[in-house]
């Protein structure tokens, strides 16, 4: 399992497309992925679970990767949200 703490830099923070976004690339993979700001974690494949969250910018959120393809889902799931979930801020 990889645990890794991730910040949300965007501006208007986990809203629908960055949480739409995120749920479609974590349902790439085969491994859980977890998020949330504390336990319990919730599924990051589930788009109302994220929106729930209510992350703003700022926000530190700790992601919890296991399975068979966790260093690869961790990796991509680093880049979209250093990325600003491709929204350029």
Do not use: W
């Not at 965007?10 to 790439?28: D, F, P, Q, V, Y």
């Not at 068979?68 to 801020?89: H, K, M, R, V």
Request: hydrophobic share 45%; aromatic share 6%.
């Amino acid at each position: 399992m990889i645990s890794r703490n991730l910040p949300i830099i965007n501006e208007l923070g986990l809203h629908a497309r960055a949480a739409t976004k995120l749920a479609a690339l974590a349902g790439r993979y085969q491994s859980s992925i977890k998020t949330g700001v504390g336990h319990p974690l919730v599924d990051a494949k589930s788009i109302m679970s994220l929106l729930l969250l209510a992350a703003s910018q700022g926000t530190e959120l700790i992601f919890e990767f296991d399975g068979p393809d966790e260093s690869e889902a961790c990796d991509t799931i680093t880049e979209l949200l250093a990325d600003y979930f491709g929204e350029g801020q």
